[in-house]
């Protein structure tokens, strides 16, 4: 059974910068994907962005597009998310989450994945 751990939440004004970071354990995920999800209190859970251990192609929600980047080192199977300019509504907790068949699109879906973190908080602040 695969762990997923995330680190590296916190709290940042607007226009700020986070870096999570996502290391999995007892399992590898070189083939599928791995990716982020975020809940906002009173929200629904939304995809945030996956990418695809094999290629290294990624997919993003539109509301992040731009300003998140998502990378990974498979060496040591960790996922990171590079979170810039920040605003007060990407508050949230986010979640790491991965896959051995699911990618891109069917990722996002967040229905079924195989493996999700804790979570860690962030807080946006105006």
């Known amino acids: 059974q695969a762990q997923l751990v995330e680190s590296g939440g916190g709290s940042v004004q607007a226009g700020g910068s986070l870096r999570l970071s996502c290391a999995a354990s007892?399992?590898?995920?070189?083939?599928?994907?791995m990716g982020w999800f975020r809940q906002a209190a009173g929200k629904e859970r939304e995809g945030v962005a996956t990418i695809y251990s094999r290629f290294g192609s990624t997919y993003y929600a539109s509301s992040v597009k731009g300003r998140f980047t998502i990378s990974q080192n498979t060496a040591k199977n960790m996922v990171y998310l590079q979170m810039d300019s920040l605003k007060p509504e990407d508050t949230a907790m986010y979640y790491c989450?991965?896959?051995?068949?699911?990618?891109?699109?069917?990722?996002?879906?967040?229905?079924?994945?195989?493996?999700w973190g804790q979570g860690t908080l962030v807080t946006v602040s105006s």
């Open positions: 007892g399992d590898t995920y070189v083939g599928g994907c």
């Open positions: 989450a991965a896959d051995k068949v699911k990618c891109g699109s069917w990722f996002m879906e967040g229905r079924d994945l195989e493996a």
